[in-house]
């Protein structure tokens, strides 16, 4: 009777030390791009955040046939949706949330660096509706439509003292009630957002 060894099988230590040299090359090279695209993600998730919730609120306008209200505080970082059961066009009785947006998506905030927005304007504000009322607000009405034209304009605050554009995210709203997201491409045709 033969007993057979089997043939042992595993790595050797020269073939895992190079797989650990393999991976940290490829993590050496790869950080740079991961610490870069960091803020493009939560910046992007915030702008669609606001979206949702703006969407979300015009459809409860129409649902519920009254005012909906979103009010911008932009030295605060937040903005808060109303329920305007009375329609009176005031911060309405019942607060519906209350969104910082700092704390929610670090280090995004209402903001923009100088130059033209999608319709191709000079950007005076990093959130402008309408009136310049205080606090900034949109109404949004149980016809679907909105009281004003306007925009909303985040960026990572780092964006803000170096200049860089290509992570500002709009969202618009105009009268008929649409609400657009936008991203600006510096090298983008007709314009810079898209």
């Keep these: ?17 190079i797989v650990v040299a393999i991976i940290g090359i490829t993590a050496a090279v790869a950080s740079p791009y991961i610490i870069d695209w ?10 669609r955040d606001l979206v949702s919730e703006m969407q979300l609120a015009r459809m409860k306008a129409v649902s519920e ?3 909906y209200v979103i009010t911008f505080d932009t030295a605060n970082n937040q903005y808060s949706i109303y329920d305007d059961g009375d329609n009176d066009g005031a911060e309405a ?5 209350t969104v910082d947006v700092d704390t929610e998506h670090k280090g995004i905030q209402f903001g923009y660096v100088a130059g033209k927005n999608p319709s ?3 950007i005076t504000g990093s959130v402008q509706f309408g009136a310049t009322s205080s606090p900034i607000r949109e109404t949004f009405i149980p016809n679907g439509t909105a009281k004003y034209n306007g925009s909303v304009y985040l960026i990572p605050t780092e964006d ?10 709009a969202i618009t709203v105009i009268q008929t009630g649409r609400i657009k997201l ?10 810079p957002w898209k």
């Design 160 to 169: 803000i003292t170096s200049s860089r554009r290509d992570r500002q995210r």
């Design 120 to 122: 191709n304007e000079d």
């Design 182 to 191: 936008w991203k600006y491409d510096a090298g983008g045709s007709p314009g």
């Design 38 to 47: 960091i803020p493009t993600m939560r910046v992007n998730s915030a702008a």
């Design 65 to 67: 046939r009254n005012d």
């Design 1 to 17: 009777m033969r007993i057979r060894l089997r043939d042992k099988k595993g790595f050797t230590m020269i073939e895992l030390l």
């Design 93 to 97: 009785s019942e607060l519906v949330k």
